[in-house]
DNA sequence: GATTGACTCTCCCCTTAGGGGAGGCCTTAT
DNA sequence: ATAAGGCCTCCCCTAAGGGGAGAGTCAATC
C-alpha cells in the first residue's frame, strides 16, 4: 500500500491529477481510510495507472478513458476504439498541414518581396511569359481592387500560381478607369467556372515584350515612376501601348494593411517599334 | 453602423465572440450607446474582424491576437511571429505523428495476430534467420518476463524489428528457470549500450532449424503444447536441445492484459539428430 | 508525551474561448 | 399600443488539472 504521494512518484503522475482520477472514478485507490479520507493504493493500480498515462498519450480524454476501461473487454472493440482514435488524430495532423502551408506561402511571399527590393529599380526590358490567369473587368479606382481580388481567390482556391495584377486599358489617366484584376492559376480552375458567376472569365494572356519598373512606396507615388517609365521608352524610340499592367508584388496584406511606405508595384507596358 | 447581430452575419463570427473580443480588448465597436449599452460596429471593423478570423485559423491564442493587433507594426515582426507560430506547429504536427505511428505498431501487432490465429497450429519444421537482439539474462518466473521487456522496449526505443522472445536453458521444468528475454531490434541499437547499464547485451543470435508449435490461450496450459511437440521430436527420431525459445506473438498488451484464451505464444525447439 | 515537519485532506479560484440560458431593456413593425 | 425579435448583463458550464488556503494526520525525534 502506498500513501498518494509515494504513488505518484512511481507512477509519474501528480497527485493533483490523481485525485482527479479518483473524483472521476478512473482510479479508485483500493483503500480509503474512512477516519481521514487518506487514499492507499495498492501494487494492482500501478498497472491502471500506466494505461491511463498510455491512452493520454494518444489524445484520449479522460471521458472516453474511463469508457476504454468500463466497457472494453474485447481485444476487436480496443482496436476499433483505437483504429478511430487515429483517423482523427491524422485528420488534425491534415490540418495542421495547411495552417502550416498558409503560414509557409506568407513567409515566402515576404521573403520574395524583401528579395526584390534590394533589387535595383531601374527601367528594365522583359519578356513576359505566357501566363494563365481569371479576370474580372470592372470600371472604378484603384483602390476597389480588392474587392475583385477577394472573390478572385476565393474562386481559384488552392491553384492560385502567382502575384494578382491589374491591366489597364486607358492611355491616359482617367477618375474613373476600365481595368481588369487577373490572377494567375493552373489551367484547371478553368473547370470550376463552369456554370458560376459569368463575370469571372478564364483566359490565355499572351506574354512578349514589356518595359517596366519597380514601385517601391505608396500608391499615391506612383505617377513618378509611371512618368520615369515613360520618358524612357521615349528615349528609346518606342511608343507605349495598352494594356499596360501593374502587378502588386506586395500591398496591404493579407493580414494587416502593411506599411504603405514598402509597398512595392511592378509596372509594365507594352509598346509598339512605330513612332506615334 | 451595424448593430451587433448584422455585424455577426456579415463577419461570420457569433455575437457571443464578437462580445467576448470587445470584452478582452481586441475588438472594440466604433460606437457604444452609453445609455443602452448597445454596440455599434463600422466598416472599418471589418478588417480588423477579418484579420483576427485568420490569426485563429492559424492557432494563435486571443492574447496572442491582441499581442500581434497592439504591438506589431513592422512586417519584419510579423514574419518573425508567423514563422514562431509554424515552428511550433510542425512540432505539434510531428508529435501527433509520433501518436498515430505508436497505434500504427498496435493495430499491425493485432492484425499479425489474427492472421497467426487462422492458421493450422501443427508442429512444423523451420529455419529461423540470423537475428539481431539486445537480451537481459535473469532467473525466475515465466510471468516477470514483462519487467524484462519493459526495459529492453525502453533501450530500443523506436529501433525494434520483431516480437520479444524468451530464451530456456533448463531442459526441464524448474520453479526457478534460468532464461534470457531477447528484443529483435536494428543493430545500430549496439551503439547506444556503450557505458549503460551492462545487463543489457546486444547479440547476433544464429538462427537454424527448430521444430516449431503455436500455443493459443493462457501460458498455465502450455504444458500440452510442450507434450505435444517433444512427442512429435521424438517421433521423427530426433532430440530436443537448448535453448528453447517461447516468441510472445500476443499476450497482455500494452494497454489491456487482454482475453487470456486468446494470448498467442510460439514454442521454438531446436534439436540435435543424435539419439539421446 | 509533546513537538515538529512533512504529508494529506477538502474547498475554492483560475486557466481557453466561448455556448446556453435567464431576466430585463430596446427597437421596429404592424 | 402591442408584440416580436434584438440586445444587454450576469451566471453557470466546459477539460484537465495547477495554485494555494486552512485544517487535519503521520512518523520521527526530543
Known amino acids: 500500500m502506498y500513501t498518494i504521494g509515494e504513488f505518484s512518484r512511481i507512477t509519474n503522475i501528480t497527485v493533483k491529477a490523481l485525485r482527479v482520477y479518483h473524483d472521476k472514478g478512473l482510479l479508485t485507490p483500493s483503500f480509503i481510510d474512512e477516519s481521514t479520507n487518506y487514499r492507499y493504493y495498492a501494487n494492482r493500480e500501478i498497472e491502471f495507472a500506466h494505461v491511463i498515462s498510455t491512452l493520454k498519450a494518444m489524445q484520449f480524454s479522460l471521458v472516453e478513458i474511463k469508457d476504454v476501461l468500463n466497457n472494453i473487454n474485447d481485444d476487436a472493440d480496443l482496436m476499433s476504439v483505437l483504429a478511430d482514435k487515429q483517423a482523427k488524430i ?7 498541414n495547411n495552417v502550416s502551408s498558409a503560414i509557409d506561402f506568407i513567409l515566402t511571399k ?76 493552373k489551367s484547371i480552375v478553368s473547370n470550376k467556372l463552369r456554370g458560376k458567376d459569368s463575370s469571372i472569365v478564364f483566359k490565355k494572356l499572351p506574354g512578349g515584350h514589356y518595359y517596366t519598373l519597380l514601385h517601391v512606396g505608396p500608391y499615391e507615388d506612383i505617377g513618378v515612376s509611371y512618368a520615369k517609365i515613360f520618358q524612357h521608352i521615349k528615349a528609346c524610340g518606342h511608343t507605349p501601348t495598352t494594356p499596360s499592367r501593374e502587378v502588386y508584388i506586395k500591398g496591404p496584406g493579407m493580414l494587416f494593411k502593411g506599411n504603405p511606405a514598402k509597398y512595392i508595384t511592378e509596372i509594365q507596358i507594352p509598346f509598339s517599334d512605330l513612332l506615334p
Chains 1, 2 share one sequence.
Open 90 to 96: 491524422i485528420q488534425d495532423i491534415s490540418s495542421l
Open 110 to 185: 515576404e521573403k520574395e518581396a524583401k528579395k526584390i527590393m534590394t533589387n535595383t529599380n531601374e527601367v528594365t526590358l522583359k519578356q513576359l511569359p505566357n501566363i494563365e490567369v481569371i479576370t474580372q473587368t470592372w470600371q472604378g479606382q484603384y483602390s476597389d481592387t480588392g474587392k475583385a481580388i477577394g472573390k478572385l481567390y476565393r474562386t481559384a482556391g488552392r491553384h492560385v500560381t502567382g502575384t494578382v495584377f491589374n491591366l489597364y486599358f486607358d492611355s491616359e489617366y482617367k477618375e474613373i478607369a476600365t481595368l481588369e484584376s487577373c490572377l494567375p492559376v
